[in-house]
C-alpha cells in the first residue's frame, strides 16, 4: 500500500482503510482489500473508491501526518485502532464507521456504493 495524498483523498473517497503492517488483523485483512482493488480497477471504478493508509510506523507518515489523515476521514474522535475502517455517507456528506462484510466482496460493494 502506498502512502497517498490527503489533499484530494477526502473528497474522491468512498470507502478508508486505515492499518498498520504489524497489526495482524490488517494482515488477514489484505488479501480481501486487495482483490476488492484490483476488481475496482478491472471494472474502470475511480481508485479513489477504496483507500488504504499503512500507518505502521513514523517513517510512512509523520505524527502530524497522521492526526491529519485521523481528522481528514473524521475518525479523529473515535476509538483509534486498527483496522479502521470508514465508509462515506452520501446522505450525511461525511466518513461514519464501516460495519459491513470485511470481505473482498463487502468491500467492493461499500466502495461503489455513493
Known amino acids: 500500500m502506498q502512502k497517498a495524498r490527503t489533499t484530494t483523498a477526502a473528497g474522491e473517497a468512498r470507502l478508508v482503510v486505515i492499518m498498520a503492517d504489524w497489526c495482524g488483523h490488517c494482515q488477514r485483512m489484505a488479501p480481501a482489500l486487495l482483490a476488492a482493488q484490483e476488481a475496482l480497477a478491472a471494472a474502470g471504478d475511480p481508485p479513489a473508491a477504496l483507500q488504504c493508509y499503512n500507518m505502521g510506523n513514523e517513517t510512512t507518515y509523520t505524527g502530524a501526518e497522521q492526526e491529519a489523515l485521523w481528522r481528514l476521514f473524521g475518525a479523529y474522535n473515535e476509538r483509534r ?31 461503489r456504493a455513493a
Open 81 to 111: 485502532a486498527y483496522p479502521t475502517i470508514m465508509k462515506f455517507n452520501a446522505a450525511s456528506a461525511a466518513f461514519e464507521p464501516f460495519v459491513g462484510s470485511r470481505t473482498a466482496d463487502g468491500f467492493l460493494a461499500a466502495a
